[in-house]
């Protein structure tokens, strides 16, 4: 599905997107590792777009995310930032913490620096 994604104000990305993730943690489900390099507490939003369009595509991708080397594959495009707008070409349903949402065009996220506190073990 076309996306366009801006990242701190700037166009990131504009193309077929199959999955746009974005989060500040590394795991995601079943311990998969989605954002190598992903921390809690660095005031910083994960980006992630994945453009894999088929079952040979997407076994690759994960794949690679399963072995903690998502940025390298050719399907996955991965930068971080503090605001960021997605806007579909037509409404796509999304999820917010594991919970399903009826569908949008727009999506956006911002990092509030002290909103939360989270603790890391050491």
């Known amino acids: 599905m076309?996306?366009?994604i801006r990242v701190d104000g700037a166009d990131w990305f504009d193309g077929e997107a199959s999955c746009v993730l974005?989060?500040?943690?590394g795991t995601i489900t079943g311990g998969i590792p989605a954002f190598d390099d992903a921390r809690p507490d660095d005031g910083a939003l994960e980006i992630g777009v994945c453009t894999a369009?088929?079952?040979?595509d997407w076994a690759r991708t994960l794949g690679r995310m399963a072995a903690g080397r998502s940025e390298e594959s050719p399907f996955v495009r991965i930068t971080r930032g503090r605001k960021?707008?997605?806007?579909?070409?037509?409404?796509k349903t999304y999820e917010l913490d594991g919970g399903a949402r009826s569908g949008a065009r727009r999506l956006k996220a911002?990092?509030?620096?002290?909103?939360?506190?989270?603790?890391?073990p050491g």
């Open 110 to 120: 911002k990092v509030v620096t002290g909103a939360l506190v989270v603790c890391c």
């Open 22 to 25: 974005f989060g500040n943690v």
């Open 84 to 91: 960021v707008r997605v806007r579909f070409a037509a409404p």
């Open 2 to 4: 076309r996306t366009r």
């Open 53 to 56: 369009s088929g079952p040979i």
